[in-house]
């Protein structure tokens, strides 16, 4: 057990998960309290590296999501500072949280993702670039945030109309995959331990970013429902992706499963290197299945950073 530290937690900031960067924050921030740390709560602005140059803490808790707390910026500001920090390093992140460099990383290896390819936004307006069903995502966003499935039947046109609503207004470049039906399935991973699978199953529509942070809107079933070579497969895909990345910390593996495919209809979408940490959160509820409370999750995670 670590001694009592000062820890300051990031949280917050201007991304597009703000919202939920803060919900996360604030349940690492009390639950660092109630093990007897001082906690600076600090919620990012333009002078965060003063901030914390003045408050000097041991360790900062990165309780951010999205850019630039994702994104290796900020934890290039920490090294600069000299201060540690949790979860994954500059690399890391810079990697992980680019969809297509995470791909010419980890596919070489073996890893299985699906096929895809960056467009630009203005292009889809003329046609389609792949047939439908397909998905459509931001390369640098997470918490699927701007993804929109293209189905035959849906409410997208063909082509797709410039003056209708999706990520193709908010991004210039976005990555296109084919649709992989199925079932959710993601896995943590916090050091070099799987948490096991849980599968997401949306009351609604598909697991958007009002899915995973809108109590009721999604059921999680862990352990998952799914065959032992399946689950045993998430887990050491999720395993090889956070070390080949140069991961540490936290992290979580997403996955789509077609099952009538077997173990070959099971892709990796991507690696979250900055997990949501709010009490619908999946890191969290998969560690507390394993026996490990939030604050005990909590602590490891500072143990790790230092």
Not at 48 to 76: C, I, M, R, Y
Not at 283 to 297: F, I, N, S, T
């Amino acid at each position: 057990m670590t001694g009592k530290l000062h820890i300051a937690v990031l949280m917050g900031g201007w991304s597009a998960e703000r919202e939920v960067s803060l919900m996360s924050g604030t349940g690492v921030a009390d639950a660092l309290e109630s093990l007897g740390h001082k906690v600076s709560r600090v919620d990012m602005d333009r002078t965060v590296a003063a901030t914390l140059a003045a408050l000097k803490p041991d360790v900062v808790f990165n309780a951010l999501h999205g850019s630039p707390g994702e994104d290796g910026t900020v934890q290039g500001m920490l090294e600069i500072l000299g201060i540690k920090y949790t979860h994954s390093g500059v690399t890391a992140s810079a990697i992980a949280i680019d969809k297509e460099l995470t791909k010419a990383i980890l596919c070489p290896h073996g890893i299985p993702m699906p096929d895809g390819m960056i467009v630009e936004s203005e292009s889809l307006y003329a046609a389609d670039p792949m047939p439908r069903p397909y998905v459509l995502k931001p390369v640098n966003e997470g918490s699927s945030v701007g993804v929109a499935i293209v189905t035959e039947d849906g409410n997208y046109g063909s082509p797709i109309g410039r003056d209708v609503t999706g990520p193709w207004q908010e991004f210039d470049r976005l990555l296109a995959e084919p649709f992989i039906k199925g079932r959710e399935l993601t896995t943590a991973v916090v050091g070099e331990e799987a948490f096991g699978v849980t599968e997401l199953m949306p009351t609604r529509g598909f697991y958007d970013y009002d899915a995973k942070y809108t109590e009721g809107l999604t059921q999680h079933v862990y352990p998952a429902e799914i065959p032992a070579d399946i689950a045993a497969r998430c887990e050491a895909i999720a395993i090889d992706a956070h070390t080949l990345l140069g991961c540490k910390g936290a992290t979580r593996s997403d996955f789509r499963w077609d099952e009538e495919r077997g173990e070959d209809g099971l892709f990796l979408l991507e690696v979250n290197t900055q997990p949501g940490m709010t009490p619908l959160s999946l890191v969290p509820e998969q560690a507390k299945h394993r026996g490990m409370d939030y604050p005990a999750l909590v602590q490891r995670i500072v143990e790790e950073a230092l």
